[in-house]
């Protein structure tokens, strides 16, 4: 359920709100948080602080740093073992003891062999496509670093020649299928890891629903006051409409139902008013009364509600 919510510029880095964040979660007197943020929060700045003001944290690891490369160097064969796989979401996961800016936390390292074959096929993809590329650049003086990460480059009298670098292409399939968190939460076992971190995407849906299913969409307002308001009343919304979908979810007879679908059928309910003001209503389908039930309204409530 949304419980909150600031506006802060978009010029600003969401990495250098972290501490106004943090502060502002505690003033409210919301206690016992995990943060479960992206990868970019990953700052000595931003790890120091979460850990020594005792915030519990999950981060993903950025892959390009050379210590997840040591990581999976030392410890990737040995996640690959049936004592580490997690049958729920068929993948590979144990947790270590690690240090990072002298912060001691857990490395859960991840082998997912479905990424794993999506990771290379988007690698070699990707090669194929600045292949291309710097074939058409044959005349030029100058590659950037784009193309120097897959392809050894020599500078020439007629221009730039290079060839394939397959060094550092096997140096990027060592990290295919892999995924490594951070957290301060010693006591979290990879599963409750993943399977909190998966759990984000619940969030990510509210976000959606309030931009696209709302019709929040972009604010389009010029002044302060009523960008507040709009921003205001789309929050109210939403935790209405959170609040509905919670208890649809919860039913057996709803759970498959979307929240169009439940708006759609309560829409075709209608109650008539007679000319001595007594009021009845439309016969209920099946789909009706267990939405009604699912959100815990009784029929006679709804008459009542016609005035």
Known sequence: MPVYYTIYSG?????????FMLENTGRLGIDKVRFVMDRG????????????NDYSFIVPFPMDRVEAAALIEKHGQSIRKAVNRIHEFDIYGAGL??????????AHIFFDPGKQNLDEKELYARITRLSRELEKMKGA??????????????????GISFEINNGKIDERLKKAGYVIFLTTDLSCSSESLIQIYRGRDAIEKNFDQLKNGLDFKRLRTHINKTTDGKVFVGFLALILRSCLL??????TETKRMTLDKVLIEL???KVITMLDMHKIITPLTKTQKDILAALAIPVMDLINSVS
Request: aromatic share 14%; glycine share 0%; net charge positive.
């Open 246 to 251: 919670k208890k649809v979810k919860a039913q």
């Open 97 to 106: 003891d690690y240090e990072l800016y002298n912060i001691p936390m857990k």
């Open 11 to 19: 010029s600003i880095t969401d990495k250098s709100y972290l501490v």
């Open 41 to 52: 929060f990953v700052t000595e700045d931003n790890i120091v602080y979460m850990a020594k």
């Open 267 to 269: 829409k075709k309910i």
């Open 141 to 158: 003086k100058r590659i950037t670093k784009r193309y120097t990460d897959f392809f050894a480059a020599e500078e020439e009298k007629s």
